[in-house]
């Protein structure tokens, strides 16, 4: 069984900052992906931030500069380094990784349960 579990949300003041971790755990073989999500209130889910197996980044535009997604060592856990935040970053962060947990199946994509973040003064 596998877990992705997102931590580090809260309250932060515009022009603020905040680190976001999800870490996967369970009976995992490799993980490939691992991406960050956002859901604002009425919004769909969009993709902030991915970071591939060999290390290279994509970002959406309206993070670029701001935001940095990272995986030291390759290891089961990502974070995302949140700078110069916007109240229009105000939502639901979802972790997702590409998991792996058998030599004979392809990796299945699996979600936490999101962590809140809210710019506001």
């Known amino acids: 069984q596998v877990q992705v579990v997102e931590s580090g949300g809260g309250l932060v003041q515009p022009g603020g900052s905040l680190k976001l971790s999800c870490a996967a755990s369970g009976s995992i073989l490799s993980i490939d992906n691992m991406a960050w999500y956002r859901q604002a209130p009425g919004n769909q889910r969009e993709l902030v931030a991915l970071i591939v197996s060999g290390g290279s980044t994509n970002y959406a535009d309206s993070v670029k500069g701001r935001f940095t997604i990272s995986r030291p060592n390759a290891q089961n856990t990502a974070f995302l380094q949140m700078n110069s935040l916007k109240p229009e970053d105000t939502a639901v962060y979802y972790c997702?990784?590409?998991?792996?947990?058998?030599?004979?199946?392809?990796?299945?994509?699996?979600w936490g349960q999101g962590t809140q973040v809210t710019v506001s003064s």
């Open positions: 997702n990784a590409d998991i792996r947990t058998t030599f004979w199946k392809s990796a299945d994509t699996y």
